[in-house]
């Protein structure tokens, strides 16, 4: 653990709204490493993004409640004062957000918005800032860099955006990357590129990355960790094989059967029953039950904790390995007996 | 943008052209009173009014009559240029005192504009950073007060606290600033306030409203999360996104206020040209009626000429062609 750049503890973030009370995320823990990447896969709703919001200090305190501890290089960002916490906003933690539309400021040239990012971390004259942001915009892929840092955002094309927000986020050489479903509002071949230039610079710079995503697909090329997320709980976490070859959880299994397949191995799409639970009155006990096939006797009324139960890496399904184990198989059989 | 410029430059023509017309209509062909009667004094005779008449130019048929002003207006008569001919009431030319008149309402109006955009803004931002506190509650208070409490209420409150009561006030009337700078600005002052107070409250509302959509942009958390002071999120971020509608508002207000400033004119006793105007309309003085319309006309459409190409450089998506 000594290793681990992100350290959450037990994390509670609770909304006031005036129908009740919302528990978006629920005693949430989780670690990343130096060089290391999470992906966090959830339906919307699931405590994604709001989760990273809390760690960055984003969601207003004033009708939020968060609990826990955000070990970031052994400060707790939610007890540091704000001053230290906008020093830790972008120089230890970058965060690169989902629509790059709406995420830089329509009024600003991005070299101007870059530049602004840097000014506010270190003391350097604005032409050296300048050049600073067509170096990062060289790097993140950009073409003619010296042109394009001129431009207005809505002057370039989505795929162009995107790539200026992850300079934005980078541009300080931060500890940590935070992508916020960077790829969702993109073209598939695109979404390729941006996840191999997150990848790319994860290698080249050491940095820690978390991706967030609805995507298990966008996860499995270019994460090694994996925590999957339902209505503000992780339900399983462990390396991308084990989750994607070996996955313990019914939620995991919901989703990966609902995910389209090509080739040979094609077969139907098996949607997940129901819909995500309300999270003002969220169902007691293991909060996947209703929507459960597999559930039984205790799932209603006992909390699962995440826990190694056997299978190498971490869950929270009350089933034991061998029920898992045939459960599983039982699935697949019967997906791949399905003709598509 | 050249092109832009041209075409609503002969736009702004069309527009004023039509806009002589209908006052033309309104002033001279539609009223059943004959302006002559008003100016052949008491004893009336047929003659007399005839006579009257002549002088006035109003003997000649309504459409030589129109083209008559449009003409002097285009090519300026021997008092100046654009010329507006004589006042029917004293005989001399319009031109001069017009413009004598403007120079005192534009005083007025400029003042009145930096401290309404300077409350306007201050009470909105502050309203929309401290939402649904009790200083919210406060500034939207006073901003429903200002828009409700009428120009000629306010002032002579105004002037009965601070003049009649108290005595700090200089009273009504305007000095000149060459005459005398310091008596220039005291006697300003509070016509300055009275008349921005109505639009500091229509503008902090708007500013307030601007600000609140503004605060919820997802832009505003990127200034966030890459570490911007919070003082710069919300002057570079916030701010600067949401002033553009307000300067969209005032120009026109701007425009408008140069014509419409009568009753704050009145009250104070201030020789603008709202007064003038007022005056104009008491005497059936049509030629003065006639230029001030036409020189209102063409500030609203300056200002939102100005307005618009004004816009392009707030917000660069905006583009013309």
Same mark, same amino acid.
């Given at each position: 653990?000594?290793?681990?750049?992100?350290?959450?503890?037990d994390?509670?973030?609770?909304?006031?709204?005036?129908d009740?009370?919302?528990?978006?995320?629920?005693?949430?823990?989780?670690t990343?490493?130096?060089?290391?990447?999470?992906?966090?896969v959830g339906?919307?709703?699931?405590g994604?993004?709001?989760?990273?919001? #809390?760690?960055m200090?984003l969601?207003?305190?004033?009708?939020?409640?968060?609990?826990?501890?955000?070990?970031?290089k052994?400060?707790?960002?939610?007890?540091l004062?704000?001053?230290?916490?906008?020093?830790?906003?972008?120089?230890?933690?970058?965060?690169?957000?989902?629509?790059?539309?709406?995420?830089?400021?329509? *009024?600003?040239?991005?070299?101007a918005?870059?530049?602004?990012?840097?000014?506010?971390?270190?003391e350097?004259?604005?032409?050296?800032a300048w050049?600073?942001?067509?170096?990062?915009?060289?790097?993140v892929?950009?073409?003619?860099?010296?042109?394009?840092?001129?431009?207005?955002?809505?002057?370039?094309?989505?795929g162009?955006?995107? &790539?200026v927000?992850?300079?934005?986020g980078?541009?300080?050489?931060?500890d940590?990357?935070?992508?916020?479903?960077?790829?969702?509002?993109?073209?598939v071949?695109? /979404?390729?590129q941006?996840l191999?230039?997150i990848?790319?610079?994860?290698?080249e710079?050491? $940095?820690?990355?978390?991706?967030i995503?609805?995507?298990?697909g966008?996860?499995?090329?270019v994460?090694?960790?994996?925590?999957?997320?339902?209505?503000? &709980?992780?339900v399983?976490?462990?390396?991308?094989?084990?989750v994607?070859?070996?996955?313990?959880?019914?939620?995991?299994?919901?989703?990966?059967?609902?995910?389209?397949?090509?080739?040979? /191995?094609s077969?139907?799409?098996?949607?997940?029953?129901g819909?995500p639970?309300?999270?003002?009155t969220?169902p007691?006990g293991?909060?996947?039950?209703?929507?459960?096939?597999?559930r039984?006797?205790?799932?209603?009324?006992e909390r699962?904790a995440?826990?190694?139960r056997?299978?190498?890496h971490?869950?929270?399904?009350l089933?034991?390995?061998?029920?898992?184990?045939?459960?599983?198989a039982?699935?697949?059989?019967?997906r791949n #007996?399905?003709?598509? | 943008m050249?092109r832009y410029?041209?075409?609503?430059?002969l736009?702004?023509?069309?527009? $004023?052209?039509?806009?002589?017309?209908?006052?033309?209509?309104?002033?001279?062909?539609?009223?059943s009173?004959?302006?002559?009667?008003a100016?052949?004094?008491?004893?009336?005779?047929?003659?007399l009014?005839?006579?009257?008449?002549?002088?006035?130019?109003?003997?000649?048929?309504k459409p030589?009559q129109?083209?008559?002003?449009?003409?002097?207006?285009?090519?300026?008569?021997k008092?100046?240029?654009?010329?507006?001919?004589?006042?029917?009431?004293?005989?001399?030319?319009i031109?001069?005192?017009?413009?004598?008149?403007?120079?005192?309402?534009?005083?007025l109006?400029?003042?009145?504009?930096?401290?309404?955009? $300077?409350?306007?803004?201050?009470?909105?931002?502050?309203?929309a950073?401290?939402?649904r506190?009790?200083?919210?509650r406060? #500034?939207?208070?006073?901003?429903?007060?200002g828009?409700?409490?009428?120009?000629?209420?306010?002032?002579?409150?105004? *002037?009965?606290?601070?003049?009649?009561?108290?005595?700090i006030?200089?009273?009504?009337?305007?000095?000149?600033?060459?005459?005398?700078?310091?008596q220039?600005?005291?006697?300003?002052?509070m016509?300055?306030?009275?008349?921005?107070?109505?639009?500091?409250a229509v503008? #902090?509302?708007?500013?307030?409203?601007?600000?609140?959509?503004?605060?919820?942009?997802?832009?505003i958390?990127?200034a966030?999360?890459?570490?911007?002071p919070?003082?710069?999120?919300?002057?570079?971020?916030m *701010?600067?996104a949401?002033?553009?509608?307000?300067v969209?508002?005032a120009?026109?207000?701007?425009?408008?206020l140069?014509s419409?400033?009568?009753?704050?004119?009145?009250v104070? !006793?201030?020789?603008?040209?709202?007064?003038?105007?007022?005056?104009?309309? !008491? !005497?059936?003085d049509?030629?003065?009626v006639?230029?001030?319309?036409?020189?209102?006309?063409?500030?609203?459409t300056?200002?939102?000429?100005?307005?618009?190409?004004?816009?392009?450089?707030?917000?660069p &998506?905006?583009?013309?062609?």
């Amino acid at each position: 653990m000594s290793d681990a750049l992100l350290e959450v503890r037990d994390l509670s973030v609770r909304f006031d709204t005036p129908d009740g009370v919302v528990k978006a995320v629920d005693g949430l823990s989780f670690t990343v490493g130096r060089g290391e990447s999470l992906g966090v896969v959830g339906e919307s709703g699931s405590g994604k993004s709001v989760t990273f919001m #809390a760690i960055m200090g984003l969601l207003n305190r004033a009708y939020t409640d968060i609990e826990g501890e955000v070990l970031f290089k052994g400060d707790d960002l939610l007890t540091l004062p704000q001053s230290d916490l906008r020093a830790i906003r972008g120089e230890g933690i970058g965060m690169v957000f989902q629509d790059p539309m709406t995420s830089l400021h329509p *009024l600003y040239r991005v070299g101007a918005q870059i530049v602004e990012a840097i000014r506010a971390h270190r003391e350097v004259p604005k032409t050296e800032a300048w050049k600073e942001a067509v170096e990062i915009l060289r790097l993140v892929g950009i073409p003619s860099p010296e042109e394009r840092v001129r431009s207005y955002p809505h002057e370039l094309s989505g795929g162009m955006r995107q &790539r200026v927000m992850i300079a934005m986020g980078l541009v300080l050489k931060p500890d940590l990357l935070i992508a916020d479903e960077p790829t969702t509002a993109l073209d598939v071949t695109v /979404q390729a590129q941006i996840l191999d230039l997150i990848e790319a610079l994860k290698q080249e710079l050491n $940095i820690g990355v978390v991706l967030i995503s609805h995507s298990l697909g966008v996860i499995a090329d270019v994460c090694q960790r994996v925590m999957v997320m339902y209505a503000g &709980r992780a339900v399983e976490l462990g390396s991308r094989d084990e989750v994607f070859l070996n996955p313990v959880h019914p939620y995991t299994w919901g989703l990966l059967e609902s995910i389209p397949q090509g080739g040979a /191995q094609s077969h139907r799409l098996i949607p997940i029953e129901g819909s995500p639970p309300s999270l003002i009155t969220p169902p007691a006990g293991c909060r996947f039950h209703p929507r459960c096939p597999h559930r039984f006797e205790p799932c209603d009324v006992e909390r699962p904790a995440l826990a190694d139960r056997g299978s190498g890496h971490l869950d929270a399904c009350l089933m034991t390995s061998e029920a898992k184990a045939a459960a599983w198989a039982g699935r697949q059989a019967r997906r791949n #007996a399905v003709p598509a | 943008m050249g092109r832009y410029i041209i075409r609503r430059l002969l736009w702004s023509i069309v527009v $004023i052209v039509a806009v002589t017309l209908f006052s033309f209509l309104i002033f001279y062909v539609l009223p059943s009173t004959d302006p002559a009667a008003a100016f052949a004094g008491k004893q009336q005779t047929a003659e007399l009014k005839a006579e009257v008449r002549k002088n006035l130019g109003l003997d000649k048929s309504k459409p030589v009559q129109y083209l008559t002003f449009v003409k002097t207006l285009v090519v300026g008569d021997k008092y100046g240029w654009p010329g507006f001919n004589k006042s029917f009431n004293t005989r001399d030319g319009i031109h001069d005192e017009l413009f004598r008149r403007l120079n005192v309402t534009l005083q007025l109006a400029i003042g009145a504009l930096v401290i309404w955009l $300077i409350m306007g803004v201050l009470i909105g931002v502050l309203s929309a950073l401290k939402r649904r506190t009790k200083w919210d509650r406060a #500034a939207m208070g006073f901003a429903l007060l200002g828009i409700s409490t009428p120009v000629f209420f306010l002032g002579l409150v105004s *002037l009965f606290v601070f003049w009649f009561k108290l005595k700090i006030a200089p009273g009504t009337g305007f000095v000149h600033f060459s005459d005398n700078p310091g008596q220039w600005f005291t006697h300003l002052l509070m016509p300055w306030i009275v008349l921005a107070l109505l639009f500091a409250a229509v503008y #902090a509302r708007i500013v307030r409203g601007s600000m609140l959509e503004v605060m919820g942009e997802d832009y505003i958390r990127t200034a966030r999360a890459k570490g911007v002071p919070e003082r710069q999120v919300i002057t570079r971020h916030m *701010l600067r996104a949401s002033i553009t509608p307000v300067v969209t508002l005032a120009g026109i207000d701007f425009a408008v206020l140069l014509s419409s400033a009568v009753v704050t004119e009145s009250v104070f !006793n201030i020789p603008g040209m709202g007064a003038y105007v007022l005056q104009a309309v !008491n !005497n059936q003085d049509l030629g003065v009626v006639m230029a001030v319309t036409v020189l209102a006309a063409f500030f609203v459409t300056l200002a939102s000429l100005l307005v618009d190409i004004l816009y392009a450089f707030l917000d660069p &998506r905006v583009r013309y062609t």
